[in-house]
């Protein structure tokens, strides 16, 4: 019994380092998480916040940045498209070209922007729901473990104590 006893402490000893192990591995990538949230929180990713994102992440702000810049100039041309298509904007357009082509042009270049901001606005809430959903799935996995090692600390604690009864009784014999 004493042996068998002692087999099983090793075993819940090493599965306790495991989950140990598992878990700074967890809360580091759910930090890394927030922190990546954080930075592309209003859908711009700024030279200043690259350099403070955290290294585990950077393939996925470097493949955000590309995604986002593609929709949201792609959502721009369709929304500038749509918007010309318009008789009312085109007989604005109209007016506005003849009285002043500069202004026209600043017009078009503005209307551009704020459809490109809205879109990045949009990918941010995007990515930041995906963020969401990855960090509820990574605290579930979190409880998951301390919970387990919760029940192999109780576990360890019952057979530390069976096993110094054990010796008590053979060396009480």
Do not use: W
């Not at 000893?13 to 700074?24: A, D, G, P, V």
């Not at 990713?45 to 929709?71: D, G, Y």
């Not at 799935?137 to 998951?144: A, D, G, L, N, Y």
């Amino acid at each position: 019994m004493l042996l068998s006893n002692h087999m099983r402490i090793s075993q819940l000893i090493q599965r306790r380092s495991e989950c140990q192990s598992k878990l700074r591995r967890m809360n580091v990538e759910i930090t890394d998480l927030k922190r990546y949230a954080e930075h592309i929180a209003d859908g711009k990713v700024s030279l200043f916040e690259m350099f403070r994102t955290p290294t585990s992440m950077f393939n996925r702000q470097m493949m955000f940045m590309q995604t986002s810049s593609i929709f949201c100039q792609q959502s721009a041309t369709n929304q500038m498209n749509y918007m010309m298509a318009q008789p009312n904007y085109q007989q604005m357009i109209m007016q506005q070209s003849q009285q002043n082509p500069q202004a026209q042009q600043a017009y078009m270049a503005m209307m551009y922007e704020n459809f490109y901001n809205e879109a990045q606005k949009q990918f941010a809430q995007y990515e930041a729901e995906l963020l969401h959903d990855k960090e509820s799935e990574m605290e579930q996995e979190r409880t998951s473990v301390q919970t387990e090692l919760e029940m192999i600390d109780a576990e360890l604690k019952q057979l530390r104590e069976q096993r110094k009864q054990d010796v008590q009784e053979l060396y009480s014999a």
